[in-house]
C-alpha cells in the first residue's frame, strides 16, 4: 500500500509538539511492517540537514501559482532513520518557511496554503498512484481541495486526522483566491464556510467535507467533538459526515521513551526514582523530606489548565510534598505570571519552577516523579500521561478526551471530573493519601501502568484497518 503523509512537523527535525512525535511513531512503525510510506513537509530553514541521509534534489525547479504570479520551488528527497521524506523547498520572495519557526506568523495562512498548493502541484508532476493521501491538521487540509477539486489526482482516498480542533484556519474567502481556488464558491453552508463566523472560511471544515474519512486521536475525544462538548464549531460538520469519523489513539516512540523500568522489580524501580530525587535535590536545593513528588511537564497554554496548575501547586506545598514544573509558556501573559510565582518560591525547598524547553530534563523529571499532575480543559489524546506511566509515575489528570480513554481510575492513576479546583484537589488529596497510608496499593497501580503497551504497534495496525476499508471520492461527492 502506498501512503502519502503530508504535515508541518516531523520529530526531531521540526516539533512544536505532540504531532512530530505522532507522525515520527507512526511512520517507524509502518517502515517496519513494510509498508510502502513517506512523509512530505517544508524544506524549513531551520531543518538540519545533517541529520538527514541521502538527501538529493528530486525536482530542481517547479512553479506554484500565487495571486497571479509563478513562484518557484524545488523538491529534495532524503531519508531520516530510513523513513523517506519529501521537502518541499520554496523559494518564494516572502520566505514563507524561512521564518526560524513553523507557526505563529502573521501569514500562516498564506504560509500554509501555499504550501497546500506546492505539495499538490508537486504530486500532479510527479505522477503515479497513491493508495492513502493522509493529511494531519488545518494546515495541510487544503491539499484535500486541491487533490480533489483543481488538479484531481490519482488518489485511492484521502484521511484526514484532527490533532486538535480548537486550531481550524479560519481565513477570508480572497486567501482561497490568493492561491487559484475560487473563494466565493466555497462561501456556502455547504462548503468552507463557518459555522460560527459566517463571514469566514474554515479549512478545517473543508478538509473534512474533501477528505474520505475523518480521524481524530482518541475515541473520547471524537465523541466530545460530535456532541459539542468541545469546539462547538465544527459539530454541524462532523454530524454531517459522522459515519465516517472515529478516534484512533495515539501510541509513544518506546526507543525515545523506555525508561527501562519495565523489566525491573518494585524495589529497584522505586530505588532508581530515589537516586533520581538525589540528584536534583543537590542540584536545586530541594528537602529531602518532603514526598511526595508532584510535577508537570507541559506546554503553558490555556488547553493545559495553568490555574490548575498553580492551584496543585499550591496544594502540594500545603499537603508536605515537593512541586517541580518544567513548563514552556505559549504567550507573554502566561510567562509574566509564572515568572513572578518562580521569584516567589526561589528559595522554597518544597518547590522548582523551570519555564523552558528542556528534553533532557523532561526524561529525568518523569523518572523523579510520583505524581504528574495534567488538569487539560480538554486534551485530544495526550502523550504525557502515557509516557508518565512507562516511568512509574501516576498521573492526575482532568477526565476528558484522551486522558479518560488511557486512565483508570484507581487502577493507574487518578482522574478527577470538573474543570474546577475542588475536583483537582479532591484527586491530589485521595493520592497523597493513597502514598501515604497504603504505598502498597500505589505500587500495585505502578506496576499495572508499567504492564500497558503504549507502542504504535497497536495504534498503527488500527490505522492500516481503516485505510484498508476506505471508499474512494470525497464524502462530498457521495
Ligand atoms: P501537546 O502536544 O498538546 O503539547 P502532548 O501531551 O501530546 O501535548 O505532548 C507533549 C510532549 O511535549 C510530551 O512529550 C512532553 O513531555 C513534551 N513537553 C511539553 N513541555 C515540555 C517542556 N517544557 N520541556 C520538555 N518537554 C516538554
Not at 521564518?99 to 505563529?104: D, E, L, P, S, T
Request: with cysteine; hydrophobic share 40%.
Amino acid at each position: 500500500m502506498r501512503i502519502v503523509h503530508v504535515t508541518t512537523e516531523f520529530a526531531p527535525l521540526a516539533k512544536a509538539g505532540g504531532l512530530g512525535e505522532v507522525i515520527l511513531g507512526l511512520a517507524r512503525e509502518f517502515l517496519r511492517i513494510g509498508e510502502e510510506i513517506e512523509v512530505i513537509i517544508p524544506k524549513y530553514d531551520f531543518l538540519d540537514t545533517r541529520q538527514l541521509e541521502h538527501l538529493n534534489m528530486e525536482i530542481p525547479d517547479f512553479k506554484c501559482w500565487e495571486k497571479g504570479s509563478l513562484q518557484p520551488n524545488a523538491v529534495w528527497s532524503a531519508k531520516w532513520e530510513k523513513i523517506p521524506l519529501k521537502l518541499i523547498d520554496s523559494r518564494h520572495p516572502s520566505g514563507y518557511f524561512h521564518r526560524g519557526k513553523i507557526y505563529g506568523c502573521q501569514d500562516d495562512i498564506a504560509r500554509f496554503l501555499y504550501f497546500c498548493r506546492a505539495v499538490a502541484e508537486y504530486l500532479k508532476i510527479r505522477g503515479g498512484h497513491i493508495d492513502i493521501l493522509h493529511l494531519h491538521d488545518w494546515h495541510v487540509a487544503a491539499v484535500a481541495l486541491f487533490a480533489r477539486d483543481l488538479f484531481k489526482l490519482p488518489i485511492g482516498a484521502i484521511l484526514l486526522t484532527i490533532h486538535n480542533a480548537d486550531y481550524q484556519g479560519r481565513c477570508a474567502h480572497w486567501d482561497l483566491d490568493a492561491v487559484g481556488l475560487d473563494g466565493r464558491k466555497y462561501l456556502s453552508p455547504k462548503l468552507l464556510q463557518d459555522d460560527q463566523f459566517p463571514e469566514a472560511l474554515n479549512l478545517l471544515k473543508g478538509g473534512i467535507l474533501f477528505s474520505d474519512r475523518i480521524t481524530t486521536v482518541s475515541p473520547t475525544y471524537a465523541q466530545e467533538l460530535l456532541t459539542g462538548k468541545e469546539t462547538r464549531s465544527l459539530q454541524p460538520t462532523l454530524q454531517k459526515v459522522k459515519k465516517s469519523f472515529s478516534g484512533i489513539l495515539n501510541g509513544i516512540d518506546l526507543d525515545v521513551w523506555d525508561s527501562g523500568f519495565s523489566s525491573l522489580d518494585m524495589d529497584d524501580i522505586l530505588d532508581l526514582k530515589k537516586k533520581e530525587q538525589e540528584k536534583l535535590i543537590k542540584e536545586h536545593n530541594l528537602s529531602s523530606q518532603k514526598g511526595p513528588w508532584v510535577g508537570a511537564i507541559t506546554r503553558l497554554a490555556a488547553q493545559k489548565g495553568p490555574e490548575l496548575l498553580e492551584a496543585a501547586l499550591h496544594k502540594t506545598i500545603e499537603l508536605g510534598g515537593t512541586f517541580i514544573l518544567l513548563a514552556s509558556p505559549a504567550s507573554e501573559d502566561l510567562r509574566l505570571h509564572f515568572e513572578a510565582l518562580e521569584k516567589r518560591y526561589a528559595r522554597s525547598d518544597q518547590v522548582l519552577l523551570l519555564l523552558h524547553y528542556d528534553e533532557e530534563l523532561a526524561h529525568r523529571l518523569y523518572r523523579a516523579l510520583h505524581f504528574l499532575v495534567l488538569p487539560s480543559r480538554y486534551e485530544p489524546c495526550g502523550l504525557a500521561q502515557m509516557i508518565a506511566m512507562r516511568h512509574a509515575t501516576l498521573p492526575i489528570a482532568r477526565a476528558t478526551g484522551g486522558h479518560k480513554d488511557t486512565i483508570r481510575h484507581g487502577e493507574t492513576g487518578f482522574l478527577f471530573p470538573d474543570y474546577t479546583r475542588s475536583s483537582m484537589e479532591g484527586a491530589l488529596t485521595e493520592a497523597f493519601s493513597l502514598f501515604r497510608k497504603h504505598p502498597k496499593e500505589i505500587s500495585r497501580m505502578i506496576g499495572q501502568g508499567l504492564a500497558i503497551d503504549w507502542s504504535w504497534k497497536i495504534p498503527a495496525q488500527n490505522y492500516l484497518q481503516l485505510y484498508k476499508s476506505m471508499p474512494s471520492g470525497s464524502i462530498l461527492k457521495n
